[in-house]
């Protein structure tokens, strides 16, 4: 690898969505991660999604308001009332636990430099780390997609790697990912982050970060070709010079990688 190529690996900060757009298609991953190419937020949304996004965007900040202050904001809007109430009744502020709303964690891994901005974290008195990840989309959680996730695998990891020491846990303190949404109140789905499923997680980041490295080195971004896929890409009309169609609901407004979004500065 020259050294301009060495250098631009190593000055990218790779997040869950870096990782996935990668593994997604190569070219996809370089338009936005290597040329910088950000495409406007309302491309390819329709209406519905862009207030269903914003719906999500704003029970996120609402969330970290709660945590911060103790108190449920007041809002106007029936379906954030609802969310709020269900928050505030299924993971009410406890005494003696300490709340770290918005989190933002960066781990300089053997392999390459990981960014992760959590929903929130919680300390608990008994020295266990829990992370909590806030879903909006439409559709009930599904467990087994949700553990096979990039961001399943970086927040355990990058918690348990560098987020103990950086709160003063013990090396040994247990650390859980709970996914929950508020329109299904009931439902939370647990993933600890066990030591195997952590050593497993560190192997399979270091095969990508290897091929990521090896792509920028060869300077060799083929795009997947995957119809299902290109058709709903933003890059669309400069990878294959046609128009984007609506992007899938399910992807684009689960605010699956919220926290990564804001920390890259888009506007939604």
């Not at 379906?79 to 960066?106: F, I, K, M, V």
């Amino acid at each position: 690898m020259n050294r301009n190529k060495k250098q631009l690996f190593q000055q990218l900060t790779f997040s869950q969505a870096a990782l996935e757009t990668f593994l997604t298609c190569r070219r996809r991953f370089r338009y936005r991660y290597v040329d910088a190419l950000y495409w406007p937020t309302v491309w390819g949304k329709n209406e519905e999604s862009l207030r269903e996004l914003e719906r999500g965007l704003t029970f996120h900040r609402l969330a970290q308001q709660y945590y911060l202050t103790g108190q449920v904001p007041p809002v106007g809007e029936s379906n954030l009332n609802r969310w709020l109430a269900a928050l505030a009744a299924t993971w009410s502020r406890q005494d003696g636990y300490s709340y770290y709303p918005e989190q933002e964690l960066r781990w300089q891994s053997p392999w390459g430099s990981l960014l992760v901005k959590y929903d929130l974290l919680v300390q608990i008195p008994d020295g266990r780390l829990l992370i909590y990840d806030w879903k909006t989309q439409a559709a009930p959680l599904q467990e087994k997609l949700l553990t096979e996730r990039w961001q399943t695998r970086l927040y355990l990891l990058v918690a348990a790697r560098c987020g103990r020491n950086y709160l003063g846990l013990p090396p040994d303190a247990e650390v859980s990912l709970v996914y929950w949404n508020p329109r299904y109140p009931a439902q939370r789905v647990v993933i600890p982050g066990k030591e195997k499923f952590l050593a497993e997680a560190e192997e399979r980041l270091s095969q990508v970060l290897a091929e990521i490295q090896a792509t920028i080195a060869a300077a060799d971004y083929p795009p997947v070709g995957v119809e299902e896929v290109c058709r709903s890409c933003e890059y669309r009309p400069l990878c294959q010079g046609q128009i984007t169609e609506e992007l899938d609901p399910a992807r684009e407004l689960g605010l699956e990688d919220l926290s990564w979004q804001l920390v890259e500065g888009e506007s939604w």
